[in-house]
């Protein structure tokens, strides 16, 4: 994958350890001082396990560091590469790597196995029943592209299901007394949210000026304003997924009860032979 995003200015705090290996996409850029030293010790001396999905075993995992940092090359202070290599405690096979160069007072990760997508999307594979096949697939290659930096196109991805799930609550906002479809048309997207309140998660509607961004072009937006969005709209996605699965779960539970009191009545009712 090549370097697809550039910023043109490079963020002055650095994640955690943690949060560099786990959250961050491949190439964003943070800046360090390079006439401190040791300006980012606690990430090449990052000794702490990392919880996470394993695509080998097919389940969480709790992953230790096999070595320490190792460098590729450091006879050029602050201009090298190295890497933070785990290994899953139930298969010492199974590895995650983490690979950061260190250039001209920038530091960026710029490589990684599993990727992000490999993950991240395992935990929202428990959405599919509520989310149907196509829409668990464009959210998952959204969050496949924002792990490689590609802001815009893993916006678009995310933005359509976030649509969709509104549009859900819409269609059921629309039966309640005193709807007014009018109005409703007519309104931005952080008017919406606000007009579909009973119908959305409290968290949602008290920062729906977060997503004042979905009423704008996406083709007016740059890579890093999508970016920046996206974790805000992952996260009112995961929200709005989580109560209906409850409620999917329930229905579920609701008719297997059913079911069993109705073979039940019919065991109690037959006659004893
Ligand atoms: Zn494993």
Redesign the pocket.
Known sequence: MTNQKKPAVAVDILPSPQGFCLSVPLYETFRFDNDKSNPFFAIEHFKNPLDIY?P??GRH?VFTLKQEAQYSDRSHFNNYIFSLAFS?S??VA?KAIFVFLAHKGVLQKIGQTPSLADISVPDLRKYRPVLGDDRFRELARGIGLVSHGVGVGAFVYLRRVFEWLIESAHSDASKDAGWSEENYIRSRMDEKISLLKDHLPEFLVQNRGLYGILSVGVHTLTEEECLAAFPAVRLAIELILDDLLEKHERQSKVKAAAKSLEDLKSLIAKPET
Do not use: T
């Open positions: 394993c080998e075993c995992s899953c139930r298969d199974h």
